[in-house]
Structure formats: C-alpha cells, structure tokens
C-alpha cells in the first residue's frame, strides 16, 4: 500500500511559478509510474505529467509541455512538479498517482493509488 501526500498548492498571479511536491509513504515509488493529473471545477479529470521511477523517462500533456518538468527525488521518496509561466486555464485541484508498472499510461484508471490533491489557483 502507498500513501500520497500532495502539497504545494496555492493562490497566483498569471506568469508565476509553483512547486507542487508529491510524498509517498508505506512503500518506495520503486516499480511505479507517478504521474500529476488535474481536474478543474466541474471538468474531467485530465493527464499532466508522468515520471517512470525506475527509468526517469517523463512524459508531458501538449498543454504543459515547455512549462511543467516533473522530477524526482529518490532519498526523500518525493516527486515534484515545477510549474513556470501559469496561466489561468491551470486552475484545478492537482493530483498525484501511482501506478504499478514502468510504462508510463496518461489513463486514470491504470493508477493504483491517488492522493487528496492541492488546489492551484492562477489568477489573471
């Protein structure tokens, strides 16, 4: 069992940056596909990024690329989501999941375990 704690979240101007950090607990990330998804108020929840923990390979949605890096750390058990140059249409709850496996999937039903989430708020 893996534990998720997101934090990080906040209330910004457009054009700011933000670090979201996602901590697992119970287990290492060993063997897992971490990715960040979001939802916005009354939207699907949608891919982000993802990290393959065993291969480092990333993946980025088309509407992040160029503005979001995921990383991570591997002492702290802890993966991060720098966000630069926001724009009001990031506004959503971000979430952070693991799933079992090395093959990164943007599908949420192949994550296994999920966190409560953080609200990103940008303002215009």
């Known amino acids: 069992q893996v534990q998720l704690v997101e934090s990080g979240g906040g209330l910004v101007q457009a054009g700011d940056s933000l670090r979201l950090s996602c901590a697992a607990s119970g287990r290492t990330f060993s063997g897992h596909v971490i990715s960040w998804f979001r939802q916005a108020s009354g939207g699907e929840r949608e891919f982000v990024a993802a990290v393959s923990w065993n291969s480092y390979s990333t993946y980025y949605a088309d509407s992040v690329k160029g503005r979001f890096t995921i990383s991570t750390d591997n002492a702290k058990n802890t993966v991060y989501l720098q966000m630069n140059s926001l724009r009001p249409e990031d506004t959503a709850v971000y979430y952070c999941?693991?799933?079992?496996?090395?093959?990164?999937?943007?599908?949420?039903?192949?994550?296994?375990?999920w966190g409560q989430g953080t609200q990103v708020t940008v303002s215009s």
């Open positions: 999941a693991a799933g079992r496996g090395v093959v990164i999937t943007t599908s949420v039903t192949r994550y296994d375990y």
